[in-house]
């Protein structure tokens, strides 16, 4: 899993209703015949088919959609699944219970790590996007920054509520909604709990419609059960496969596969690979990023070149090593080993260009040449391997 994991709506809701936190019913369902089952269940006058997708828009984007029977909420669950939204597939929907809503609100807890406190955010305008809002009317959001040590208190909540302008009624409800919601930021260990919106109710009740949680995957040694959270069928074959091999690699929708260590030299990569294409007729762009990381043994190498060529988009490959902690000559036995894994698996290899620097390049580039590797050029500067990589995947 990755450092930090984003939950489904779905799942942020059960975790609120695990902790009190007043929601609504929903329903989880991948496809028509079960979003009007989940309907027929939820038994209400009117049901939310929401699309279940790790990204926002999805109401501009036909993502959500109202249904007032059985029937019709198999009719629209029909028409969001296999949306695409912002290059994300919808594969599954949550039927929820319609609200009669009074208002709406926003409210946040996230870890503000340069000041190592919490942050909670509030206002009165939610259900919009709040970075615009923040923009726009930074004054329409209340900030309030707090030490983990004194947690989430009433006098703080209290006063949060107060500053955004709402009443004493409904600041009492509001207290101690904002308290649990707090509780599922520590128990949970996430670094955010976001509901948007929080509403209000036609009688007057607070309930947490639209959540979005983001948990510390470094502490899933304390939560075994988060590992159920992970939804390994909306993850990237390649990506499952290099996460498996523990390789920090992201699919992209390119033709050049890119190695390198270190996010830093990955990124430039990027960039100089993503320049060089635009001097091409189809432009060839980044197929992934790829970081083997400091210290990276031939193994790891062999791993990545594993992954990248397994890949039907690349065409080519650029593997761009400065050798620091990582030793280019274990980087060049790696690429040696892969081509020995490829060929004994019958796999043709791709046009492979490689730029060594640094620690044993020289020793590096030699173990290359000598092993006479077929479809393989080494390259000396960057910007020069980058254009013959971009070529290559012409």
């Known amino acids: 899993m990755e450092a930090e994991v984003d939950l489904y709506e779905y799942q942020a ?32 006058p009117v049901v939310v088919v929401k699309a279940q997708i790790k990204t926002g828009g999805r109401g501009k984007a036909g993502g959500v959609k109202l249904a007032h029977s059985p029937a019709e909420a198999a009719e629209k669950a029909n028409e969001i699944l296999g949306l695409k939204i912002k290059g994300h597939t919808v594969r599954k929907v949550m039927v929820a219970e319609g609200a009669d809503i009074a208002a709406e609100y926003y409210f946040s807890i996230l870890l503000d790590r340069t000041k190592r406190r919490y942050l909670a955010m509030l206002s009165k305008e939610g259900g919009v996007e709040i970075e615009k809002l923040a923009e726009e009317r930074p004054d329409a959001l209340i900030k309030r920054s707090f030490s983990p040590l004194d947690g989430m208190t009433n006098t703080l909540a209290r006063d949060m509520a107060y500053e955004a302008g709402f009443d004493e009624g409904d600041v009492a409800k509001l207290v101690p909604v904002f308290k649990k919601l707090y509780t599922v930021y520590t128990e949970e260990d996430a670094t955010l709990v976001e509901v948007n919106p929080l509403v209000k109710t036609s009688s007057g009740e607070i309930i947490a419609l639209d959540g979005k949680i983001t948990l510390d995957d470094n502490a899933q040694f304390r939560h075994p059960e988060h590992r159920d959270l992970q939804d390994h069928g909306a993850t990237d074959p390649l990506e499952l496969k290099a996460q498996k091999m523990g390789l920090n690699y992201v699919k992209l929708d390119g033709s050049v596969g890119i190695i390198g260590n270190g996010a830093g030299l990955v990124m430039s990569t990027l960039d100089v690979v993503a320049y060089a294409g635009e ?47 990582t030793a280019c000559d274990e980087v060049a036995k790696g690429i040696v080993q892969a081509y020995k894994i490829l060929d004994s698996e019958g796999i043709e290899p791709k046009p492979l260009v490689v730029r060594l620097d640094g620690n044993n390049a020289e020793l590096g580039r030699t173990i290359l040449n000598d092993a006479h590797l077929p479809k393989l050029e080494q390259v000396e500067t960057m910007d020069a391997a980058a254009r013959r990589a971009a070529e290559l995947a012409n």
Not at 17 to 34: C, F, R, W, Y
């Open 13 to 44: 809701r059960d975790l609120f209703e695990a902790h009190g936190v007043p929601t609504l019913k929903g329903i989880v369902a991948t496809s028509a015949v079960q979003a009007e089952e989940a309907a027929v269940k939820l038994g209400t």
């Open 279 to 325: 001097d091409f007729s189809s432009q060839p762009k980044p197929a992934n990023f790829l970081d083997i990381g400091g210290g990276a043994n031939a193994e790891v190498m062999a791993n990545g070149l594993e992954v990248i060529l397994s890949d039907p988009q690349v065409k080519s490959v650029f593997v761009n090593v400065f050798g620091g902690i």
